[in-house]
Every structure is written in C-alpha cells, then in structure tokens.
C-alpha cells in the first residue's frame, strides 16, 4: 500500500520505518549525512547528542534516489521546493490510509519484534535505536557502534517487514 501512494512523504514514511529512526532525524535529514550506504547524524540533531551511523539497506538507498528524483537541488533527504517536509507529513499520510497506528509506534514494533522474533542481541537492537545506555559502567565499557551487527539486523527487519509474517507492516510496504 505504502509502495503504491506517490509522493515524498510516503517515502520518508517507509525510510523511517525501516530505518527505526525518528521522525525529527528524517526530516531533518541531509544529503550530505550520507556516504556510499553509511547515513551519519550530527550529534546536535540526535535526541542523545551522539553522533548515530545508520546502516542503510539497498532499499533504503532506492528510496533515497526517488526521493531525490523529486526535489532535485534540496539538500534535504526528504522536501518539496527546497524545504524539509513538515513533522505532520507522515501522521497525516497515516490519517489518510484510516491506520491507526503512529509514526513513532513503528520504533517499538522493530524494538519487540527484535526481541521476540530474532536471536540479535538487545545491545545491538537498543545501538540500533540510538538509545542511550542507562548504566554508566556499561556506557564506559562500550565504546563501538555495532554498525556491521546492525547492518545486518536492518536487512532482517527489511526481510521482516516485506513478508507475510508482519500483516500490517507488509501491507503497508506491499509493492
């Protein structure tokens, strides 16, 4: 369903979904956040303050070609004439397709799913999700990103999504 709507804000939609990112980084997001399949945020514009690398899948570049396709000389990921979609752009795409789900609720989809579907670690679902870690010990011992564990943990959750397994998420990414 989602696949078949034309228009950057279905884009962005599927490009958080995912990516397990939040709203304010996609829109926010810029073009020159990425490199080859590696889309790094800036510390200033991550909840934590911490620069995040997200691993992006073939899919997720595809959708970042379309939307480029669309707004040619933005140097956002996701526009319309240069400026950065509204944060009401995907809601109100959801409010259109009578879902009742939110934006933000596909993040904890992904966070339950990894737990109760998969065998990943929850310190790369929770790296994954750009939380922070609570305990301070911890925190100092973990100086990496995971990025090549999550690498392919997003390419399960693509596979994930795109199946029969997950009725809502596949049909809303259904082509």
Same mark, same amino acid.
């Given at each position: /369903? ?14 958080t979904i995912l990516n397990a990112s939040r709203t304010g980084e996609v829109l926010g997001g810029l073009r ?7 889309? *790094? ?15 992006? *899948?073939?899919?997720? #570049? ?6 480029? %396709?669309?707004?040619?000389? %933005?140097?956002?990921?996701?526009? $319309?004439?240069?400026?950065? /979609? ?7 795409? /959801?409010? $259109?397709?009578? %879902? ?8 904890? *989809? ?18 994954? #999700? ?16 995971? #990025?090549? $564990? ?21 049909? /809303?990414?259904?082509?």
């Open positions: /369903l989602l696949r078949n709507i034309d228009g950057v804000a279905a884009l962005a939609l599927e490009f020159s956040e990425i490199d080859d399949d590696i889309w *790094t945020i800036s510390a200033n514009r991550m909840k934590a303050r911490k620069e995040h690398r997200v691993p992006l *899948t073939g899919r997720s #570049l595809e959708i970042l070609a379309m939307a480029k %396709s669309m707004d040619e000389n %933005s140097q956002y990921l996701f526009s $319309r004439n240069g400026k950065p /979609l509204s944060n009401m752009a995907m809601p109100m795409l /959801l409010r $259109r397709l009578n %879902s009742n789900v939110t934006v933000h609720g596909f993040r904890s *989809t992904f966070r339950d799913w990894v737990s109760e579907e998969t065998s990943h670690s929850p310190e790369v679902a929770e790296m994954a #999700l750009a939380h922070t870690i609570k305990n301070k010990v911890e925190a100092a011992y973990r100086r990496k990103d995971l #990025l090549e $564990r999550r690498r392919i943990l997003m390419q399960d959750w693509l596979d994930f999504c795109e199946s029969e397994k997950f009725n809502y998420v596949s049909t /809303l990414l259904a082509a």
